[in-house]
């Protein structure tokens, strides 16, 4: 069961409405779950949004900021516990470890960032934790169009293209997250050695 939920988002609410609405209604549900929010701890954009709701509802909100972003002044001063690091890095690791499982929703080079580093630990068997991606309008199209390319050209498994829970409904990416089963294949290493990837 997952009782510590980390999401990747922007420091931005975009264009559409769209995002900073399910924002909201994704905050709302995990308070009413009792699901902890783990976050990058910024005050701004979609993750301002995430942790304001959440608060606001009597959530908790951990976040996890690296100290030069807190010289910047974009920290969150009204969280449940800020862990400030020293590099992105130990950001990325400590999220990692505070979460039971991660949602990525529209964001930019740090949100895609996030969720390989987190994609490729399950990969490599260093984590072993669902990942889902919340595709609000068809934003990550292009992004899924790219990993079912490196499919068909034999540079990523399918089985672990299926790590990547994807729906544009946060209730069911919750319940997929819920279900989610490790994915099991031959090591990756082996594989290249044996020209099946």
């Known amino acids: 069961m997952i009782k510590s939920l980390c999401i990747f988002c922007g420091s931005g609410v975009g264009r559409q409405a769209i995002y900073a609405e399910h924002a909201v209604k994704l905050a709302e549900y995990l308070i009413a779950e009792k699901i902890t929010l783990v976050y990058g701890g910024a005050n701004v954009g979609l993750m301002g949004v995430l942790a304001d709701t959440m608060l606001a509802g009597g959530g908790k909100v951990i976040g996890v900021m690296p100290k030069s972003l807190v010289e910047r002044e974009v920290a969150h ?63 990550f199209n292009p992004l899924l169009q790219m990993l079912d390319h490196a499919v068909a050209e034999r540079f990523l498994r399918p089985e672990h293209r299926k790590m990547l829970i994807t729906g544009d409904d946060f209730f069911q990416v919750m319940h997929d997250l819920d279900e989610y089963q490790p994915v099991t294949a031959e090591k990756w290493i082996e594989g290249l050695k044996q020209g099946k990837i």
Not at 78 to 95: C, D, F, S, W
Not at 110 to 128: A, H, K, M, R
């Open 77 to 139: 001063t009204g969280l449940t516990k800020m862990h400030i690091v020293e590099g992105m890095q130990e950001r990325k690791a400590l999220m990692a470890d505070l979460s039971d499982a991660f949602i990525a929703m529209p964001g930019a080079y740090g949100t895609l960032d996030e969720l390989f580093e987190v994609l490729t630990w399950n990969q490599l068997g260093i984590i072993n934790k669902p990942i889902g991606l919340l595709n609000l309008d068809g934003f």
